[in-house]
Structure formats: structure tokens, C-alpha cells
């Protein structure tokens, strides 16, 4: 259990969009497993993100950096761009930012599982006899490549022309600690029944990072984990795959911007980017625990923001990943994905969900049949 007493600091960062709708219904859920089942939860909430930027001028209050230093993980939204807001300082842009945070926390391991869910399978552009048994798990690098690599920017040079830069740059630390995160996930998931498969993503073939990043893989592979499957495979032809024969992945291992792309990708394997959740951890401590912020990965949607119709389920299937990564209750976890599964089973959909022209529900009665089912299971 955590360091401090026997409960685990939550931290709800509802943020900005429909993160506040979907959280609303996250946070009935976790008090749910804290009442019901005794998971031990304590639950707090702060500002962040643009709406907090209007009520408090600040993207990131110090109270709120103060809590996020001081939770064991960290339950997140969404945050709104900040294309429009021309009003706000760079300094405090930086300062609230998700990159800056992600990089804060040290969240090098990012997971997005896409797992066919069988009420859904009509619901993807793919053939169902395709996305039928999908179960795959992108470990994607958080915290180096080109989102963080100097230098970078733009500048006008003496002939007027202005030059652009960004630097993909991997230390190999950095490939180590996510190949082994991967080849670890990847013999867990064997002891569920997985076949204990890494696929290793790079674009060798051009990027001298790229050979390096395979090369670490290899070697890390060779010494320590040969009992996995080791494939390499070039970034485009991971694309391709993806919506070839979505079956042949278990675990995929890639840096910060071909996961990026990558896992969108797969997202439309399943249908519907409402659906999908995500966990960034950080380096284990000296007891085993790692920072980690859980996330739904659709982002704030500003067009269907404050109206109650958000899909809340790609943050309540975040929490299921909490339960299981954080509070090491991997039973809970599955109690809730069962939950998820049954109100899908019964019908139940949200907008983004129903087929066009057919009834759909909203954030809140989506929220209220998780729990509903929660107490029948
Ligand atoms: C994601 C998002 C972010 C990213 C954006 C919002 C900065 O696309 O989490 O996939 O590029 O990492
Ligand atoms: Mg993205």
C-alpha cells in the first residue's frame, strides 16, 4: 500500500471540455470502489487547464502543482487547446502544459490498450472478422524524441527565408527503461494467456536514432528476455499492419511521436476514440511504487462540450487501469471492465456510439449503469 498510511492519494485534474462531464461520473465510480469494495482511495480534485486559466488565472495553480507533487496518481481529463487563447502569457502557456507535466511526473511509459469489445465490434470501419480478438497495447516512449528534443524553434535567417527545427534525440537510457517496460508487459500478459510478443517500431532505415533504438532492443532482448518474441518493424509498415491484421500485435514498444500517430491508428480499431483509455508511469521507487496519470484519450472536444452527451467510458475504463497499475488490485480492475462490458452488451450507447438516427444516452445515465451494473456483478 502507499507509503503514506494505507491510502492511495487520487487526484482528479477534471481540466477543461467534457473532461469535466466524463470526471464527474470517474469520480462516482472510484467512490463507489471505496465505499463498496474497500478500495483505499483518498480522493482530491484541483484546477488545471483553461477553465482554471478563467476563474483563477492560472493554467496551473501553485495549489494545484502542489497536489499533483503530493498524489500517488493523477485521475485527468482533458485540457483545451490553446491555439485560440492568444491571451495567455507564453511563461504561463509552458507552466500548464501537458507536455510539461508529463515530463514533471518522468511518465516515460505510456499505455493505450486497444482491446475489441464484442458489442462494439460494428462499430469500427474495419470488417469485423477483423477487429474480432484485438487485443494489443501500445508502450509508447513520454518523456524524449522530438517533443522535448533541443533544439528547436523557428528563425528567420539573414535572406529572409525562416528555418524551422525540431531534434529527435534518445538517449539510451531512455530506450532501455521502455524496452524493458515492454518485454516485463509483455511476460504479464503471457501469464494471462498472451502470446508474449514484442513488436519494436522504428524507422531504422532512415534515422540513425531509429537503428540505435533497434540495435538497444536487441541487445536488451538477447541478454535478458529472450523467452519473448522480438519483431522489428519499420513505422509505416506498422500503420499498414494495424489495419491489415490487427491480431498479429501483443505488446507494441515505439518512441513518443510514432506512438503518437501509431496508437490513433488504432484507435479506429475499436470504433470509437470514446472508448479508449490510457496510464503514463513513471520509474518504479525503492518500493516498487510508480508515478502515474491515467487519462482518457480523446481530448477536451469543445464541439460537444457542456451538453452531457460525452462517452465517459474511455475514463472510467482509465480508472479500471488505475485500480490495476496503482492500487494493485488487478480483480477490481476487471470487475469494472465487466461492468463496462455488460452495459454495452445491454444496449447502451453513447452518441458517439449509436449507430445514426438510433437512441442514445447521456454522460450521466452512461455513468449511472456502470455503477448499476458494478452492484449487480
Ligand atoms: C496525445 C495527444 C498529445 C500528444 C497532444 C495533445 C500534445 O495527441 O496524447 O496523443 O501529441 O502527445
Ligand atoms: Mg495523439
Request: charged share 25%.
Amino acid at each position: 500500500m502507499s507509503a503514506r498510511g494505507n491510502a492511495f492519494r487520487l487526484l482528479i485534474l477534471p481540466g477543461d471540455g467534457i473532461g469535466k462531464e466524463v470526471m464527474v461520473e470517474v469520480r462516482r465510480v472510484a467512490e463507489w470502489f471505496r465505499d463498496r469494495r474497500g478500495a483505499p482511495i483518498e480522493l482530491g480534485e484541483r484546477p488545471f487547464g483553461l477553465a482554471s486559466w478563467d476563474a483563477f488565472g492560472s493554467l496551473m495553480p501553485d495549489e494545484t502543482r502542489a497536489a499533483i507533487e503530493d498524489a500517488d496518481a493523477i485521475l485527468f481529463g482533458a485540457m483545451d487547446s490553446l491555439d485560440q487563447a492568444t491571451k495567455i502569457p507564453p511563461e504561463e502557456r509552458k507552466k500548464g502544459s501537458l507536455l510539461r507535466l508529463r515530463k514533471s511526473l518522468d511518465t516515460f511509459a505510456n499505455l493505450r490498450p486497444i482491446k475489441a469489445v464484442p458489442a462494439l465490434l460494428d462499430a469500427s470501419t474495419l470488417r469485423r472478422e477483423i477487429v474480432d480478438g484485438v487485443d494489443l497495447v501500445f508502450v509508447r516512449e513520454l518523456t524524449g524524441g522530438v517533443y522535448f528534443g533541443e533544439p528547436r524553434g523557428v528563425e528567420t535567417l539573414p535572406d529572409g527565408r525562416e528555418r524551422g527545427v525540431n531534434t529527435h534525440v534518445y538517449h539510451s537510457d531512455e530506450v532501455e527503461r521502455v524496452a524493458r517496460y515492454a518485454f516485463e508487459l509483455a511476460r504479464r500478459r503471457r501469464a494471462q494467456g498472451g502470446p508474449g510478443r514484442v513488436h519494436s517500431v522504428d524507422k531504422g532505415n532512415v534515422m540513425e536514432a531509429g537503428a540505435m533504438w533497434r540495435r538497444l532492443m536487441q541487445r536488451l532482448h538477447a541478454a535478458e528476455y529472450a523467452d519473448i518474441e522480438l519483431h522489428h518493424m519499420l513505422a509505416d509498415n506498422c500503420a499498414m499492419q494495424l489495419i491489415r491484421w490487427p491480431r498479429q500485435f501483443d505488446v507494441i514498444v515505439t518512441d513518443n511521436l510514432f506512438g503518437d500517430l501509431l496508437s490513433d491508428c488504432g484507435a479506429m480499431i475499436t470504433g470509437s476514440l470514446g472508448m479508449l483509455p490510457s496510464a503514463s508511469l513513471g520509474p518504479a521507487g525503492a518500493d516498487g511504487r510508480r508515478r502515474a496519470l491515467y487519462e482518457p484519450i480523446h481530448g477536451s472536444a469543445p464541439d460537444i462540450a457542456g451538453r452531457g452527451i460525452a462517452n465517459p467510458l474511455a475514463a472510467i475504463l482509465s480508472f479500471a487501469m488505475c485500480l490495476g497499475e496503482t492500487l494493485h488490485l488487478p480483480d477490481e480492475a476487471a470487475r469494472l471492465e465487466r461492468a463496462v462490458d455488460a452495459v454495452l452488451a445491454a444496449g447502451l450507447r453513447t452518441a458517439d456510439l449509436a449507430p445514426r438516427g438510433s437512441a442514445s444516452v447521456s454522460t450521466r445515465a452512461m455513468g449511472e449503469a456502470v455503477i448499476a451494473a458494478l452492484e449487480r456483478a
